[in-house]
């Protein structure tokens, strides 16, 4: 399969690829995360590991060229762009690094989701406007949306939800990220967001509440959503930012992770092992 274009997102005309299993996918981007963040010792590797199951079930429920992707938080496009660069879409030559498209932080240039954000608690206004003009133009398109805990301190993410719910916009998934990490520290140290799915339903979605490190659970609820129509559904994922790789010290910061040579050999080690492991 030929990469895509360094401008083309997942819903465009000639997107393809192919999930198998969701398990090896969530897998292979920790570890293609890991080989991301190893050349600069440091990066948003947290992020992708926290995220990893909720990115392979969406590559695996989403309708090439046809569904939406929208990574709210920036910092979180690490996940969609090794999921991407795994299943062939893209060439991830220069991550990172001055002028390339695949910015350690997405932009409103970068490739592979349809939106990402750089200020937090944007992308949910964004994704329902999608949602919105693919009624309006009769398009039968999902729009899978990921958010962080951490946006919810954000009054933005709950008007967009109010507006959503109002419009009954049933083809809008949410993924929150309930990693309780973000820059300042713990979340619930800095705000108390709980109890998270109760205010959503509250807002008038379906919820989920569920292990966000389930693929299984998490493709269930994908193709279920939604469970009532009329109804906008978020799954809220209970996650960590150092699930699946034991060889992180226990005081690794999961929010910016630094990555010593050492440790990304025994990441990469530990990682290419279970990939073995689960192909056996």
Known sequence: MA?????????????????PDPRELALRIRLRAVRMVAPAGSGY?????????????????????????????GHYIIGPFAAAAELGLIDLSGYGQNDSAFE?????????????????????SAALGFALADRFRGR????????????????????????AAHHRLDRLVVLLDANNSQVDGPVDSITTLEPIAAKWAAFGWDVWDLDGHDVSALSVAL??????????SV?????STRHGLDCLPPDADGHFIKLTPELAFAAERELTGKLEALRA
């Open 223 to 232: 193709a279920a959503a939604p469970m009532r129509a009329g109804q906008p």
């Open 45 to 73: 590797l947290g992020q992708a590991l926290s995220s990893a199951e909720q990115v392979a079930a969406v590559f695996a429920s989403a309708r090439p060229g046809v569904d939406r992707i929208v990574c709210s938080p």
């Open 104 to 124: 350690a932080i997405g932009t409103e240039r970068s490739p592979v989701v349809d939106y990402t954000c750089g200020s937090l608690g944007q992308g949910l």
């Open 3 to 19: 990469a895509m274009p360094a401008t083309l997102r997942v819903s465009d005309p000639g997107a393809a690829w192919a999930v």
């Open 235 to 239: 799954l809220v994922c209970r996650t």
């Open 140 to 163: 039968d398109a999902r729009v899978f949306t990921m958010v962080s805990d951490g946006e919810l301190e954000e009054g933005q993410v709950w008007e967009a939800a109010l507006f």
